[in-house]
């Protein structure tokens, strides 16, 4: 807050001060109207002989320890506590002579008056979100209504995603960007889970390659063909098995090609190579349900969340938790690493269950540096984090708004910038990568919301107004690219580095050279008695009991049917055989 004090001359306060010494009287009314003097009219009335002469004005600033400042000096002057202490200082002394009450009335409706508010420079302050036309929207998608708290969106530059309600199994949709408007119920789907469908990701490095989770404890590998599909996809390049409960969550590794993490119920992070389709590494520190994952820029770090109560950062390759915290007054719900900057921002839920975020030093979780709470909704908070413009984004499950702010290394860290509001409630968002944003139209993010009562998938492009057409390098500098830094061998050997940086100016579209090879498993037999022991290994969980089941329950059907088939057939043959023999050629 910026304090300023009236500007006026010594003179003109000498023949106010006069004025109020010659009538009293009047003065006494006026401290008895603001309340600040005891007693009734007619004994101030009697007393104001007793009065004692008014000193000059300069003597009575001097003696009430005040002093009259300047406009321009009171533009750099701190006001909270100024304000207060003189409030304090006119309440103690309410027997002082209506002059010096005047002085100090003066001086703070002054302060008063000339409050402006302080906005901090930014080329981000008039960002503003703008939703696509109806026609550039994905209509008549039966989106979810799976209660899990994730996205269930997953986009990429070429293709959208979206998990889909279906009767048995899960299944998501996988729809081309450009095939907008409405989408038919026939459409073709990624149908190979025998449970609900969790989690979809997208690799960053190949666009046609996304992974999935679901509750029959599997993780799979998809490739998507150019166009889109044709039919249904039921055969996955890969299939996942070795969580002992529900998957709930995928995430990519940022820097290294096909590292996969997935955290599942049964408490435990599995790291999966799919080069070798196996998991390396398992991170089991965890005492509770995962609720979020989320890397450092170069993919050293691995922060968690947990149902625990509990914010975690850990070295992905030992499973070593660096720093812990027990979040008693924030219960974190979610959590996002800050770029560069060291700094993580959770989401969360207050002692007083309302919406706040927290934000951390990575090397000292003992304490956030800030916490703010946002408001008194139910809805989970879902933070985006663009490292290109330091701004946050933070999106609640059921609003209709998305809040943004700038982060800023130094105090007060968040800068709330502006507010987007839309009356339909979200499930969730999908987020576009850099390289598939409109840089002509100065579009630094995108969302794509779900509105599961409209059945709609809506693009809502956040935009930076600038007059210029031409490319803007001041709000799109070098990002990470569709190139991997590491291989998994490289990765898991202890190497760490950055991504590969690429320009949004020249050959942005270009696409990725990375090829996903699944891999090819050497078929190994192991005979005891007839029957391969490796190719009938055991079922490990319930789930996978019951799969294996019904599997024989159908091949025991098929089998009889092969069997009475052949039964009927046998009988046929020995029909004409006896035919053959009683036939008068024979004879």
Not at 9 to 28: F, I, K, P
Not at 172 to 178: A, Q, R
Not at 393 to 409: C, P, Q, T, V
Request: a neutral charge.
């Amino acid at each position: 807050m910026v304090n300023s004090c009236l500007a006026f001359s010594r003179q003109d306060l000498d023949h106010h001060c006069d004025s109020l010494g010659a009538g009293a009287s009047q003065g006494t009314a006026l401290a008895e109207g603001r309340g600040q003097r005891v007693g009734t009219g007619v004994a101030e009335t009697a007393s104001q002989s007793s009065l004692a002469p008014l000193p000059p004005a300069p003597a009575l600033l001097e003696g009430r320890g005040m002093q009259i400042q300047t406009r321009q000096q009171a533009k750099h002057s701190v006001s909270a506590p100024k304000c207060t202490e003189k409030r304090e200082v006119r309440l103690e002394r309410d027997t002082r002579p209506a002059s010096a009450l005047l002085v100090l009335d003066l001086e703070w409706g002054a302060r008063g008056m000339s409050w402006r508010p302080q906005y901090r420079s930014s080329k981000f302050r008039n960002v503003y979100g703008k939703v696509a036309n109806r026609e550039h929207c994905f209509d008549g998608i039966p989106i979810t209504k799976n209660v899990h708290d994730n996205h269930f969106c997953a986009v990429n530059a070429k293709f959208l995603a979206i998990v889909t309600e279906s009767a048995g199994g899960g299944s998501f949709l996988v729809i081309p960007l450009e095939q907008t408007g409405r989408i038919e119920p026939n459409h073709p789907k990624v149908c190979g889970h025998q449970g609900n469908v969790l989690d979809i990701k997208w690799n960053p490095f190949i666009e046609n390659i996304i992974a999935s989770c679901s509750e029959d404890t599997s993780v799979r590998i998809w490739e998507i063909p150019d166009g889109g599909l044709k039919r249904n996809l039921t055969e996955a390049v890969l299939e996942l098995y070795g969580h002992s409960r529900r998957v709930g969550l995928v995430e990519w590794h940022p820097t290294a090609n096909n590292i996969l993490f997935s955290a599942g119920y049964d408490y435990k992070v599995l790291i999966w190579n799919l080069d070798i389709g196996e998991p390396v590494k398992m991170i089991d520190c965890h005492t509770d349900v995962i609720l979020c994952m989320s890397f450092n820029t170069d993919g050293s770090l691995l922060s968690t969340t947990c149902k625990d109560k509990k914010l975690r950062v850990i070295e992905p390759r030992s499973g070593r938790v660096l720093q812990e915290a027990s979040c008693k007054n924030h219960r974190v719900n979610r959590v996002v690493f800050l770029g560069n900057m060291k700094r993580l921002l959770t989401t969360g839920v207050s002692r007083w269950n309302t919406r706040q975020i927290a934000l951390w030093d990575q090397e000292d979780l003992s304490m956030p540096l800030i916490e703010e709470e946002i408001d008194g909704l139910s809805g989970l908070l879902f933070p985006f984090y663009d490292a290109d413009t330091h701004m946050l984004y933070l999106a609640g499950k059921g609003d209709g708004n998305i809040r943004y702010y700038e982060i800023s290394s130094e105090k007060p860290y968040l800068n709330y910038l502006m507010e987007f509001r839309s009356p339909a409630p979200q499930k969730g968002l999908g987020v576009m990568p850099k390289h598939g944003l409109d840089v002509s139209a100065c579009e630094v993010f995108r969302f794509y919301k779900l509105v599961t009562l409209k059945g709609l998938i809506e693009p809502i492009s956040m935009i930076v107004p600038r007059r210029s057409e031409t490319y803007q390098e001041d709000i799109y500098p070098m990002t990470p690219g569709t190139e991997p830094a590491l291989t998994p061998d490289e990765w898991l050997s202890g190497m760490n580095r950055d991504p590969i940086l690429m320009s949004l100016k020249e050959g942005y579209k270009k696409t990725s050279k990375v090829v996903f090879k699944a891999p090819i498993r050497e078929k190994k037999s192991v005979v005891v008695n007839g029957i391969d022991l490796l190719e009938n290994v055991p079922p490990r969980t319930e789930n996978e009991l019951l799969r294996m089941f019904f599997r024989q329950q159908d091949e025991i059907r098929r089998l009889k049917e092969d069997l009475a088939q052949k039964d009927i057939r046998i009988r046929q043959l020995q029909l004409e055989l006896k035919n053959l023999r009683n036939s008068p050629k024979n004879n």
